[in-house]
Nanobody
Framework: QVQLVESGGGLVQAGGSLRLSCAAS????????MGWFRQVPGKEREFVAA????????TYADSVKGRFTISRDNAMNAMYLQMNSLKPEDTAIYYC?????????????????????WGQGTQVTVSS
């Protein structure tokens, strides 16, 4: 079993920055990939960014490209999301997710169903 715990959310003004963390623990922790999603009430949970563990390759949603950076710390079993130039539309609950096994389907990382474990979420609020 794997546990994911997000932290680092909060209230920030537009144009500001936040850094989210996702701490992973559990037996045989060797993820294929990890990702960040976000959700606002009444809407579907949407993909934000993903990172493939073995290659460090990253993918971003168009809405955050150039502003957000996903990274990891192998030794700490942690993943991060640096969010800069925040906009009010970035307001959401942010979730980290982990996929254990390899995947090859096109753009598999976009779909929440393709992740095995989820954190409880952390609220990010950007005021205008």
């Amino acid at each position: 079993q794997v546990q994911l715990v997000e932290s680092g959310g909060g209230l920030v003004q537009a144009g500001g920055s936040l850094r989210l963390s996702c701490a992973a623990s559990g037996r045989s922790l060797r993820p294929y990939a990890m990702g960040w999603f976000r959700q606002v009430p009444g809407k579907e949970r949407e993909f934000v960014a993903a990172l493939r563990w073995s290659s460090d390759s990253t993918t971003y949603a168009d809405s955050v490209k150039g502003r957000f950076t996903i990274s990891r710390d192998n030794a700490m079993n942690a993943m991060y999301l640096q969010m800069n130039s925040l906009k009010p539309e970035d307001t959401a609950i942010y979730y980290c997710a982990l996929r254990s096994d390899s995947a090859s389907a096109y753009a598999w990382y976009l779909r929440r169903i393709n992740y095995d474990y989820w954190g409880q979420g952390t609220q990010v609020t950007v005021s205008s």
